[in-house]
């Protein structure tokens, strides 16, 4: 055998045991009760290790370096060697001890957290919050990739971006979003999206959602949709991607635009090109790539005009109740409100990306021990008010609102404002090419966009790194004013302005 077809084997042997917590870590969130939860951690933990080991064996080292001898690679062998020799270079440089040390304050952090959210008391979380920290400058030290900490942290979720890079694209695009939103509040509209708090069925909810994702191209065959308290996306294998929704009944956005959101997840999943499949480039090319998918169909598709123009008559009709007396515009006006407000999962499109830009200036003084743990509430608070001009009343609001730093995602949170970024650039390529593309939403055909994801982004899987990608398709680096441009053609006409 070929040294790199034994390495592609070794590889996906390795993705296979990931698969394999997908699926238990997929039950566990649809399926189990609470009390089993310690059982189910066991076993996931177990895999875990599994996957380390295998991965920092001298197998692996041997078949790296013997794939390396060889000349002249396809570009999907140079591919699965890159990411292979990467995932290994990593791994060597983190002992077990820290590893097991990072996943057991994440397992006692969730759990503080959870309690100081709860009692909207950051001092509980405090003392887990610091060692998570700490841990995570050990691990950044440990992978030193980059200038500094912070990006060693990012390459774990974005390839190749860096923080020089992320304050320079950060600083452009606040003020920005900034004067947007200021346009909009002195406008004098003011949608009313009172409409979507009335009470709309679950069930009716559930059907509806099935609907929209079957012509938006979720393939029921390899793939399912459950319930779950947060959504989320999955995949088993190439051919079996889970999604799930949390349908809320006096909240109409949730479940649908949740729905929306992680469908656009599960086609990039599920439209890797057979090559690739089982491989270890049967995966995104980084997160803000995976969530350019995701935003693309929930926002830039799913809460368009031309998409409603189709489905609202449909929406309707299932509830004559809640919608009969009102129009498609007040509708579409509604799930486009943009308000400033506290929380970042309900947050509109323009203050989405404002209060990433806030977690993303705090991580970056916690890393260059710029800030003690003590300070975050009371800086959280005033970046607040300065980028959004509201205070939180309490942490549970404030800093406190996000899961993600109990379990050590440091890094993470800039991937979702890439993730629009990344959406409005392809997205304005998939229009240029295919100018028609808005009119045939309003018939419900959703095929041409669909197809150019395949074409474009889907098939490769992980082929190309992100930067190479967006270049790929777009011809240029990524740019931010395809962003800024979006979000004026589509809410100055919202708000008249
Ligand atoms: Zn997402």
Same mark, same amino acid.
């Given at each position: ?52 080991? *295998? ?249 368009? *005009? ?192």
């Amino acid at each position: 055998m070929s040294q790199i077809k034994e390495l592609i084997i070794h590889f996906s042997k390795l993705k296979q045991l990931k698969y394999i917590n997908n699926l238990l870590n997929w039950d566990l969130q649809v399926y189990m009760p609470d009390g089993s939860n310690k059982g189910r951690a066991e076993l996931i933990s177990l895999v875990g290790e599994l996957v380390h080991k *295998k991965l920092i064996s001298n197998k692996t080292e041997t078949l790296i370096s013997e794939a390396e001898q060889k000349k002249d690679l396809s570009l999907i062998d140079a591919a699965i060697l890159r990411e292979a020799k990467r995932e290994y270079q990593k791994a060597i440089k983190i002992p077990t001890d820290l590893v097991v040390e990072i996943a057991k304050n994440a397992s006692l952090g969730h759990k503080a957290w959870e309690k100081a959210r709860k009692k909207s008391d950051f001092s509980i979380f405090r003392p887990y919050l610091t060692k998570m920290i700490d841990l995570q400058k050990q691990y950044a030290d440990l992978i030193n990739i980059g200038e500094n900490r912070y990006d060693s942290l990012l390459d774990d979720y974005e390839p190749g971006a860096t923080k020089k890079w992320l304050s320079s694209l950060f600083n452009n695009l606040a003020p920005q979003l900034q004067t947007i939103l200021k346009k909009l509040e002195t406008s004098g509209e003011e949608p009313d999206s009172s409409i979507l708090e009335n009470v709309y069925d679950a069930k009716k909810q559930w059907e509806f959602s099935n609907s929209v994702i079957e012509k938006l191209g979720f393939d029921f065959s390899i793939g399912r949709q459950d319930k779950s308290v947060h959504p989320f996306t999955t995949a088993v294998a190439s051919e079996d991607v889970r999604i799930t929704t949390r349908i809320i009944e006096n909240f109409l956005p949730a479940g649908l635009f949740g729905t929306i959101h992680e469908c656009g997840h599960a086609l990039y999943d599920m439209g890797f090109m057979e090559e690739i499949h089982g491989t270890n480039l049967a995966d995104g090319s980084s997160l803000g790539i995976h969530e350019s998918q995701s935003r693309m169909y929930e926002n830039f598709v799913g809460r368009s *005009k031309e998409f409603w123009k189709y489905w609202y008559p449909r929406l309707k009709n299932l509830f004559p109740e809640n919608l009969g007396d009102v129009a498609l515009n007040h509708f579409y006006k509604a799930i486009n409100t943009v308000k400033p407000s506290l929380i970042r999962v309900e947050a509109d499109e323009i203050t989405y990306s404002l209060h990433i830009i806030l977690r993303f200036e705090i991580e970056s003084l916690i890393f260059e021990d710029l800030i003690e743990v003590e300070e975050l509430p009371q800086v959280w608070d005033e970046k607040m008010t300065e980028l959004l001009n509201i205070t939180p009343p309490n942490d549970a609001k404030g800093i406190l609102q996000d899961v993600h730093w109990s379990g050590g995602a440091f890094g993470y949170f800039p991937t979702y404002t890439l993730g629009n970024l990344y959406a409005a650039q392809i997205y304005n390529d998939a229009l240029t090419k295919n100018p028609n593309m808005p009119f045939e939403f309003t018939s419900g055909n959703f095929n041409t966009l669909l197809q150019y994801l395949r074409e474009n982004v889907h098939q490769y899987g992980s082929i190309f790194h992100p930067r190479d990608l967006i270049h790929k398709i777009t011809g240029e680096a990524l740019n931010p004013e395809y962003f800024i441009t979006y979000l004026e053609e589509k809410f100055y006409p919202i708000y008249r302005v």
